[in-house]
């Protein structure tokens, strides 16, 4: 069990009391969530593991919590570097209940999942976009140079999840 605080252009991770594994934990390149021209950098919070009560949540730039789960969300897409193959890993992600609705939603604004990262390099980077049914996205980067790196953006895309 890990706590993390991560924040826009820096990441900081503070082991629990009985964890004495020193983490490389990626840098964050930006963490926002808002929509349109109006989104506002948030901070990502909470505890990474592999276990379901794990819980993470946006603290606001005001110091106000958001849930991620307070809201009902369309679909959520992850892309990251496969440290096996060397090959981008792209993921779209729909609720069971709302799959068509998402997947029509995503494919009418994006014509293939890496359009959604045309024009980027993604090279040693990996990103979150979790869009919402009410308009908001929540955009996550992260530096990703290790395969430790991938883990944990993998962890923290399954907590979101």
């Known amino acids: 069990l890990v706590r993390v605080i991560a924040s826009l252009g820096r990441s900081a991770v503070t082991g629990m009391p009985s964890d004495s594994a020193t983490l490389d934990v990626p840098a964050t390149l930006w963490a926002t969530l808002g929509r349109g021209k109006k989104k506002d950098d948030v901070f990502l919070d909470g505890e990474i593991s592999d276990k379901p009560e794990a819980e993470i949540h946006l603290t606001m730039q005001d110091g106000s919590r958001f849930e991620l789960q307070s809201k009902s969300a369309l679909w959520m897409y992850t892309g990251s570097i496969c440290f096996c193959c060397g090959l981008r890993d792209r993921e779209l992600m729909c ?10 939603h995503f494919f009418g604004r994006h014509s293939m999942l890496k359009s959604l990262e045309a024009g980027q390099d993604v090279r040693d980077m990996s990103r979150l976009e979790l869009v919402y049914a009410d308009g908001d996205v929540l955009s996550l980067g992260v530096v990703c140079k290790s395969a430790e790196h991938a883990s944990y953006f ?8």
Do not use: F, K
Request: proline share 11%; aromatic share 0%.
């Open 154 to 161: 993998r962890a923290v895309a399954d907590n979101i999840r």
């Open 95 to 104: 609720p069971p209940d709302r799959d068509e609705e998402g997947t029509d």
